[in-house]
């Protein structure tokens, strides 16, 4: 074990953090169960579902509700978030939903109702301060649009979380749907570049150097915008290179040849597509896609690093450190080699500096303080969710000629739409994954491809963050979705070394 968990629990700052990140499911599913609203819920839960729970045991009923039908719903959904409109994602979202609802109703062995984890109830709370926000916003009707769109994530929550309790597979198979997705884009966005084919959607500043000015890639997903494009493959990047990574470990404690002849030519395969989705990141000129991308290069070193310094299984390998070490110079190295052979790149990477020198900067920096101005008059509890919501009070706080349909913020989007309360759950979300993942990371009960899969729903998660400090594509469903997705497996891959740790140290101080 590293230093990290005990630094965690001794900081008098972070023990309430630390207490509620380390709460296993069993225990706040037996306060919620001896609590009067547990018991409550639960009588009301199975008078209704009693009559038919027989129904739930027959063959034909257990097949048609399935975790494997599930699953391919699941991959379909993540497939249209690519090519289809919000409504149709929409629609396959709830679709998905009633159809784990009545599963969980029918009582079906495959899908059963998980037990909450800490990160479950804490997201719980997120959206509920969103139907808070709702009901006392001056502005009712619109938000009730907006938190509809909010419980539909909510749902796409609840779905990802009941399927990957089901299935141990599924958190493989989800990540090897965005990797290949992300593959995919990038292709469709190389010809693009190639083809010069212009984006509908996008702003590069009029008065620059037409010289100056990228071919910025777009993809398929709708409405065609090359920021969309960059929030939807950066959890793609993650997704690829930490299957890469499991693909690599798995060659390393190959026993056999034959199975180190099969992990090594797909750990390549894998490599090369994370090359792929990296460079399509880049020609989306997008400068969130780039925040995103030291934030998912930074974190994954880190990560790593640790693994390679404090697990047991690698702590001697020192080749393996050299090769760590080596290949964090030589990403250093041509990161800095490609930014210094384009001008049009340093132009765009330096242009997120400009502030009022950039136009679309200086656009931003104008929202800036009109939403800040929204916030603070509606701080607590926020104007409602939604754009029809923002669009219709931003009009009382704009700049003249600076119309927006959003706070270009996630942070400040939250504060505005859903007050202190939503933004300090959602702060509080991701204070409670950071110690999670540091618990697992030292838990000497996971395997190393469990903690290379904790650190790479992390490292997703943590690129979709950092885009979203300057940008809400986030609340655009084929990112959000995703986002979630990665949350949802982070929430029951961390939760195993919670349970399994607090076993065994219950079985170590049990008296003979």
Not at 171 to 182: P, T, V
């Amino acid at each position: 074990m590293s230093i990290l968990t005990p630094a965690l629990e001794n900081s008098a700052l972070l023990r309430p953090l630390t207490w509620l990140a380390g709460t296993d499911a069993e225990t706040l599913h037996s306060w919620y169960k001896n609590s009067w609203v547990g018991q409550k819920v639960n009588a009301l839960t199975w008078g209704v579902s009693r009559p038919t729970r027989w129904l739930g045991q027959l063959p034909l009923i257990q097949a048609l509700f399935h975790h494997n039908i599930l699953l391919l719903g699941v991959l379909a959904l993540f497939c249209l978030t690519a090519v289809a409109s919000t409504g149709i994602i929409g629609l396959t979202v709830w679709a998905l939903a009633g159809y784990t609802l009545v599963a969980l109703w029918l009582g079906t062995n495959s899908l059963r109702v998980p037990k909450l984890t800490a990160l479950d109830f804490i997201v719980l709370l997120f959206f509920l301060s969103a139907v808070l926000s709702t009901f006392t916003s001056s502005y009712f009707a619109a938000s009730v649009t907006g938190l509809a769109k909010m419980m539909t994530f909510l749902a796409g929550y609840m779905t990802f979380r009941v399927l990957l309790g089901a299935s141990s597979k599924a958190l493989y198979a989800g990540l090897g749907a965005l990797a290949l997705l992300g593959v995919t884009e990038a292709l469709v966005g190389f010809y693009q570049y190639t083809h010069h084919i212009q984006p509908l959607a996008t702003w590069q500043d009029p008065e620059m150097n037409p010289e100056l000015k990228l071919t910025r890639i777009f993809g398929t997903i709708q409405p065609y915008n090359p920021n969309l494009m960059a929030g939807f493959i950066t959890p793609c990047l993650a997704a690829t290179g930490g299957l890469g990574l499991v693909f690599a470990a798995k060659a390393f404690m190959a026993d056999r040849k034959a199975n180190l002849f099969l992990s090594l030519p797909i750990t390549g395969l894998f490599l090369f597509a994370t090359a792929a989705i990296f460079i399509a990141l880049i020609l989306t000129g997008s400068r969130g896609g780039y925040l995103a991308i030291g934030a998912i290069a930074v974190s994954s070193f880190a990560i790593m690093g640790h693994l390679l310094w404090h697990e047991k299984s690698l702590r001697e390998k020192t080749k393996l450190k050299v090769a760590w070490i080596l290949v964090l110079v030589t990403v250093v190295g041509a990161a800095v080699a490609g930014v210094a052979s384009s001008e049009k790149l340093q132009h765009r990477i330096m242009s997120m500096f400009a502030a009022r020198a950039d136009s679309s900067v200086s656009y931003r920096m104008n929202v800036y303080e009109s939403a800040f101005e929204m916030a603070k008059d509606n701080w607590l509890v926020g104007i409602g969710p939604g754009n029809s919501t923002f669009k219709q009070v931003y009009g009382l706080y704009m700049t003249p000629g600076y119309n927006a349909l959003g706070a270009y913020s996630v942070p400040l989007e939250i504060w505005v739409e859903q007050g202190l309360i939503g933004l300090f759950y959602f702060l509080l979300l991701i204070a409670t994954m950071l110690i999670r993942v540091a618990y697992s990371l030292d838990s000497s009960l996971l395997t190393l491809l469990d903690k290379i899969l904790v650190g790479t729903l992390l490292t997703g998660i943590l690129g979709s963050l950092f885009y979203g400090l300057f940008d809400t594509i986030w609340y655009r469903p084929p990112v959000n979705l995703s986002f979630w997705f990665l949350v949802a497996g982070l929430s029951m891959l961390t939760e195993k070394s919670v349970l399994t740790e607090k076993s065994v140290t219950a079985t170590e101080v049990r008296p003979a």
